[in-house]
């Protein structure tokens, strides 16, 4: 049961009586015909067991983007339901209105619309509707949470899709509207023309040719239906923290750009979140689904604090095609102790494989090196002076330097050893490393090295 402002108002007027007439008979009768009358609207509300709630909402919504739903309503008693409705979502799920008023007459039903702007990605869930069911007169309701069971799934926003553009201009001009007189590596058949003056003539067919009674020649594409792997690190690496933002959202925003340019390239692109085992899968996605497949496997990626299992990559390759491929790994070299199970297993990867992989740079850490100082640190000192057993702020920047300067020289001796075991490293802040990433695939298409 459940009482209204309405209530609260009438009970109040007791204290009329009492002031007036100077005794409190007056108001305790006053408060026993107000609580009579909040019995017999509880009474006369509609009975919450015959309502029905349905729901007619999106299974897929975007993180910082607006998704629209439908609530349904439906009175199968024979009152009429008086409703105050609140939906039990979790708060990142956006949910808005936080309540509806419905008036639903007996056996009928009634429609609100409802919206979503989630701001955190994954799996977002509502056990059921919350629905006080109001009495004619408006004082007391009965109260009730309706089974209603509902799932969001909020997928990466995918802010590195403006990089998009630009990559598959670039890939146009790498093998769709122009086409290659000359076979290289890389390269498969594509169609026969006339031949034209100034073309090369080690591209002529000569069958053809003969066939024709006309010069042929052969035109040739780089070769499409490769295979690209991505491996998304969501283990200890991606845990890490990034201006304001865990590292596994950079890997999820590379994945994603990768995997729509790959499959813009009509290459099939696989896709494998890690940790200490894998957590999500997706194999063989096409130009028409990789966005959508991809983001429902990432949207419910979260980075836990366990080592990334990469001796089980290899197997996990191998487990996907047995024919060469570009297999990108996704996660960070910071320094040997943390990246030697990764460089452990590159020189079994490249020996059959072309090898991407990726190091996310902290731009703190860079600042840092370069002598800049944080504003925290650039105010005054603490009243009272400098305490003469503690470092002075000039040696605490110096410190800072050489800490900063040490860990960047880390990362780049880590990166020198995975060049030597023959993958690319690519290696920027959160925002430069998905369209790098995208420029080492299309190197490597136009390489012919997949």
Avoid at 238 to 256: K, N
Avoid at 381 to 401: E, F, H, I, T
Avoid at 442 to 449: E, F, I, M, N, T
Wanted: with cysteine; proline share 5%; charged share 25%.
């Amino acid at each position: 049961m459940a009482v209204s402002g309405r209530f609260v108002a009438l009970l109040a007027v007791a204290v009329v009586p009492t002031v007036l007439l100077g005794s409190g008979l007056g108001g305790v009768a006053w408060v026993c015909v107000v609580l009579l009358a909040a019995v017999l609207d509880v009474v006369l509300a509609a009975d919450l067991a015959r309502v029905r709630v349905e729901r007619r909402m999106p299974g897929l919504a975007r993180r910082d983007t607006t998704a629209e739903g439908t609530l349904v309503l439906a009175n199968d008693g024979s009152r009429r339901l008086r409703a105050v409705v609140r939906d039990l979502w979790e708060p990142s799920a956006g949910h808005t209105p936080g309540r509806l008023r419905l008036d639903v007459p007996a056996g009928e039903r009634r429609t609100a619309r409802v919206r979503f702007a989630p701001f955190r990605r994954g799996r977002r869930r509502s056990a059921g509707v919350a629905v006080r069911a109001f009495g004619p007169l408006g004082l007391a309701a009965r109260q009730r949470v309706v089974p209603a069971p509902a799932e969001l799934v909020v997928t990466p926003p995918f802010r590195s899709r403006r990089h998009l553009p630009s990559r598959l201009a670039r890939l146009r001009e790498l093998d769709g509207e122009t086409t290659l007189q000359l076979r290289g590596h890389g390269t498969e058949f594509d169609s026969l023309r006339d031949y034209v003056r100034g073309d090369d003539v080690r591209s002529i067919d000569w069958r053809a040719t003969a066939r024709r009674q006309d010069l042929v020649v052969r035109t040739w594409r780089p070769e499409r239906d490769r295979r690209v792997i991505v491996v998304v690190d969501s283990g200890r690496a991606g845990a890490g923290r990034v201006d304001d933002e865990p590292r596994l959202d950079t890997f999820i925003e590379t994945a994603l750009l990768l995997g729509a340019l790959a499959a813009a390239a009509g290459d099939r692109v696989d896709l494998a979140v890690l940790d200490d085992a894998v957590r999500h899968r997706v194999h063989g996605a096409t130009r028409s689904d990789v966005v959508q497949r991809f983001g429902s496997a990432l949207a419910l990626a979260e980075p836990g604090l366990g080592a990334t299992d990469w001796s089980a990559v290899p197997a996990l390759v191998d487990s996907v095609t047995t024919a060469r491929a570009l297999v990108v790994l996704v996660s960070s070299l910071d320094s040997v102790g943390s990246s030697a199970d990764l460089l452990a297993v590159l020189p079994r990867l490249t020996r059959r494989h072309a090898v991407v992989v990726t190091s996310v740079a902290d731009p703190s850490v860079q600042r840092m090196a370069t002598g800049a100082v944080d504003g925290a640190d650039a105010g005054p000192g603490r009243r009272g002076g400098r305490v003469p057993s503690l470092p002075g702020r000039a040696d605490r920047d110096v410190y800072r330097r050489a800490a900063a300067e040490r860990a960047l020289l880390d990362a780049d001796g880590v990166a020198d050893v995975a060049r030597r075991a023959g993958a690319e490293v690519v290696r920027g802040g959160p925002d430069a490393v998905p369209p790098l990433v995208a420029d080492a695939y299309l190197r490597a298409k136009a390489a012919g090295r997949l």
